[in-house]
């Protein structure tokens, strides 16, 4: 027997069922009763699926007075009997429907259905409310019987005398549905009334160290259909918007784990977690009827809580004097106050919000009702005991400061430098709750220390204490004599040009924080200002040092040692310019003591009249028409602004960079003597040093034999020939050549020439200087000896370089598109390098290029832009390296070693 109760919305075709329940009492016995417990209400329809079969005894035979015989199921009903639970209790119930339902009215007694009888009964009038504690019970009764024919044998052939009726037995079969539709529920759940632990309703750790944790419950009950099964699961939880924590919608239905408990067998259960963090345990605890309730609770772990100072937000004494990092006050009277806002932190408790407010659960598990509405069978109802409420963590943020719930503080006073004062004192604490400041209630005197501790406490009870100190110094600092001593153009290694100014000064309660000088002019222009630390000493006697009540000493000789490059002044006004230095000397707690001085005479200070021309000439390399000279500068306290080589007096004039300390002097005529002169310009008027002259004498000319000068000739002949040979072919394929005049190859020529032509108008219109090209340095590869004393901001380490395409080849270097890493990125570059097998005078054509664009290339939206150069590989040789610009850009043209493609028609270029 199976029954089906169901919901179904529409009757009309095709039906759509929402919700259906199926009992089945197939192999029970006559006596048994399926009972079915459910949370389902609504139902609408009846469906019954019965059969029923009489199985006779065996009979020996059949007497020659019996006829016809047949034996089977002569009736079957289906009884619906629903019984209702009154307002009173279960003594007032009431029987709401008793209805029998024939199976078949085709079979009899004379018309017994001898094999299988199916019963199948559709009800759609079901018409009542189901309501809780109800009993529905579906019963299939099933009666046996028969006939026999009695026949008169008087006769012949017999005739029938009477027809005698079987009456059998009869069989039942129940389905009883029962219906609960209140979930279990604890007494925890209730404000009022005993409950022996209100917190067995879902037991975890709130704060923890310890791992794994133990979840446990107990005093569930379900007055109706009973306790029956317990699910629960773990979540990690996560940072949402401002300092929040939630479960994702999305990570609703994937926990870390879900396991099941049933009633009869449950013990405390033990879950390891898998790292530091906030945790959501959710427990859901359900009847026979599968009426269920979810209870969430939520867990801090962290194994090794820590504590940590942010550097960027100090502790200090905000009353104190920013000269020594807050350590000394001034002024006696003044409140002595100390902060520490958002220094302390707990990095993984504030990074991932584990303090934060928890959001309320997403609902999940949606069923239909039979209303076309929705229903969420996992909820969690935020403002009663199913969300957390209870322990130190609950859904409510727990208040604190980057991560910390608690600060006490406490401090002390003495006149010993504070000293003998512990790092982590003992005893009564002040409490400040989540208060990040504070204002010490004491009165200090002169030269006395106070000294404040901040203990700084996070969820997990894990304390750090930190200790500030500052001592009172109401007094100025003492220079004696109240004056400068200046020791002029005394030698101080690692200056040049230097001298020293002293002062004998000190201060008995804080110190010596440091001296500001400042050079100062007679217009009030301040050409220098330097600020030079208090000289401090470990290891001196008292004639020589004063030490505070801290036992921090200083020396009394404060010196500093400049550069008289420091007092320069132009030229014209070195005979007559007088420089104020002024000194303020000042103490650890920000007191200063002012003293000045006059110097004049600036033409005595050693460097004020230094333009030294290069010095240390030498001969690097010679050949018969070229000589490489290395040189080095004196120092100076003016800028240089020129370089130049004489090579033949005024007439042959070379202009080097002013940094250069190689250059490489070509064009000369062999086994000649020759004198050159340096001479530097400096300053903005250029004004020149004295020369430097400099002698040498080129090699001789090596002289050919008459055979090898002719095989020369006959192989310059030849190659020209060939050359001339593939030049006409190129040329013809081209057409260029031998093609008539107008067709497409001669057009798109044209075309080119026209553009090119274009692109130098459009240059010259806007008044653009390439000074690759000015007419007076029209021989760039002067600049090919150059050299840099120290390294350039645009040489590139040949390890930022990868070669990826090759480009094109020029007459002494190939192209290639390559990828330069910098400053955590990468970007696309040309390479132009040299062709393998490069001679020295390619290297120095390369350098001159290199050399050229690095000093003297400018910056403009037509011009590729020189990006940087490796100057330093093994093997390589100098390597150019320029923007990459692909064809059809509209700011720049495309980079090879030979041409410089002209943007599309309308374009910038």
């Not at 000194?583 to 920000?590: L, P, S």
């Not at 040093?689 to 090699?699: L, N, V």
């Not at 190939?814 to 097998?837: C, E, F, N, P």
């Amino acid at each position: 027997m199976q029954v089906r109760l169901s919901y179904v919305a529409n009757y009309k075709q095709p039906p759509m069922t929402l919700h259906e329940l199926i009992a089945d009492s197939t192999g029970l016995q006559n006596s048994e009763r399926d009972f079915i417990w459910t949370d389902r209400k609504g139902f609408n329809k009846l469906e019954t699926t019965c059969s029923s079969q009489y199985v006779p005894p065996p009979v020996a035979g059949k007497p020659p007075y019996i006829g016809n015989t047949a034996l089977g199921i002569v009736d079957g009903n289906i009884k619906v009997y629903l019984r209702k639970m009154g307002l009173g209790g279960a003594d007032t119930s009431f029987v709401s429907l008793n209805m029998t339902i024939p199976c078949d009215a085709s079979v009899s007694n004379t018309r017994p259905e001898t094999g299988l009888l199916n019963c199948s009964i559709t009800d759609t009038r079901f018409d009542r409310l189901l309501e809780h504690r109800d009993k529905l019970v579906i019963t299939f009764t099933s009666k046996a019987g028969g006939y026999r024919e009695v026949l008169n044998e008087n006769f012949t052939p017999p005739r029938l005398d009477r027809t005698q009726n079987f009456i059998g037995g009869s069989q039942d079969k129940s389905v009883e549905f029962r219906f609960d539709f209140v979930k279990p529920h604890h007494c925890g759940q209730s404000k009022t009334g005993p409950c022996i632990d209100r917190k067995s309703m879902l037991n975890v750790p709130d704060i923890t160290r310890t791992n794994p944790i133990q979840i446990s419950w107990a005093n569930w009950e379900d007055d109706d259909s009973g306790m029956y099964r317990y699910a629960w699961e773990v979540f990690k939880m996560t940072p949402a918007a401002g300092t929040e924590l939630e479960i994702k919608p999305s990570e609703a239905l994937k926990p870390l784990t879900n396991q099941e408990v049933f009633q009869s067998n449950y013990t405390v259960q033990s879950f390891p977690l898998p790292g530091a963090g906030m945790y959501s345990v959710i427990l859901e605890a359900g009847d026979l009827a599968n009426n269920t309730i979810y209870v969430r609770r939520l867990v801090l772990y962290d194994p090794n809580p820590t504590i940590t100072a942010d550097p960027a937000h100090l502790f200090y004494v905000t009353s104190a004097s920013e000269a020594a990092n807050y350590t000394y006050q001034n002024d006696l009277s003044a409140p002595i106050r100390v902060t520490w806002a958002q220094h302390f932190r707990n990095p993984l408790h504030e990074d991932n919000n584990l303090l934060g407010r928890v959001r309320k659960y997403p609902v999940e598990l949606r069923d239909e009702t039979n209303q076309l509405q929705y229903v969420y069978r996992k909820v969690i109802l935020r403002n009663t005991t199913q969300d957390d409420w209870e322990g130190d963590r609950t859904v409510e943020e727990i208040p604190n400061r980057r991560g910390i719930v608690n600060f006490k503080v406490r401090h002390a006073i003495d006149s010993s430098g504070g000293v003998s004062q512990p790092e982590n004192p003992t005893g009564a604490w002040e409490d400040r709750n989540l208060t990040d400041s504070f204002t010490v209630p004491l009165s200090p005197g002169e030269a006395d220390t106070v000294t404040i501790w901040v203990k700084a406490t996070d969820a997990m009870g894990t304390e750090k204490v930190e200790r500030r100190q500052v001592t009172f110094d109401s007094t100025d600092p003492e220079v004696r004599n109240g004056s400068i001593k200046f020791l002029m153009n005394v030698p101080v290694p690692g200056i040049d040009f230097s001298s020293k100014f002293e002062i004998t000064a000190q201060d008995q309660q804080s110190g010596i924080a440091y001296v500001f000088w400042k050079f100062t002019r007679s217009n009030g222009t301040t050409i220098y200002q330097e600020k030079v630390p208090g000289v401090s000493s470990a290891d001196c006697d008292r004639f020589k040092c004063t030490c505070t009540p801290a036992n921090v000493c200083f020396d009394r000789k404060q010196t500093f040692s400049i550069s008289n490059c420091n007092m320069m002044v132009e030229k014209e006004s070195l005979d007559t310019e007088v420089i104020t230095v002024t000194a303020d000397v000042t103490n650890m707690a920000g007191l200063v003591t002012r003293v000045n001085m006059l110097k004049d005479d600036l033409t005595a200070l050693n460097g004020t009249e230094s333009y030294f021309p290069p010095q240390n000439i030498s001969l690097k390399s010679l050949t018969a028409d070229s000589c490489t000279i290395t040189w080095s500068f004196r120092p100076s306290c003016f800028h240089r602004t020129g370089l130049w080589v004489l090579v033949n007096g005024e007439t042959d004039k070379r202009a080097v960079h002013e940094d250069a300390t190689e250059f490489a002097i070509t064009g000369l005529e062999p086994a000649t003597q020759y004198q050159i002169f340096m001479v530097t310009d400096y300053g903005d008027l250029k004004i020149q040093s004295d020369k430097t002259a400099f002698k040498f004498t080129t090699a001789e000319q090596q002289a050919l034999t008459a055979g090898a000068i002719a095989g020369i000739v006959i192989g310059f002949i030849i190659i020209a020939l060939l050359i001339l040979m593939i030049v006409i072919f190129c040329l013809w394929k081209r057409g260029v050549i031998f093609q008539k005049e107008g067709t497409p190859v001669n057009k798109q020529l044209h075309r080119v020439s026209r553009a090119i032509n274009t692109v130098r108008q459009t240059v010259r219109r806007d008044g653009f200087t390439n000074n690759a090209y000015k007419a007076e340095e029209d021989d760039i590869y002067m600049y090919g000896a150059m050299a840099f004393k120290t390294r350039q901001p645009w040489q590139l380490d040949d390890s930022s370089l990868t070669l990826m395409d090759h480009v094109g080849e020029g007459k002494f270097a190939t192209i290639y598109k390559a990828s330069w890493r910098h400053d955590g990125k990468q970007d696309i570059v040309a390479a132009k390098m040299l062709k393998a097998g490069f001679t020295e005078d390619d290297a120095m054509k390369m350098m001159a290029k290199i050399n050229f664009s690095a000093t003297q290339l400018e910056d403009h939206d037509n011009v590729v832009r020189f990006i940087g150069a490796v100057t330093d590989n093994q093997g390589w040789g100098p390597v150019l390296v320029m923007e990459y610009c692909e064809m059809g850009q509209t700011d720049r043209h495309m980079y090879n070693s030979r041409h410089c493609y002209p943007c599309p028609q309308g374009a910038r270029c």
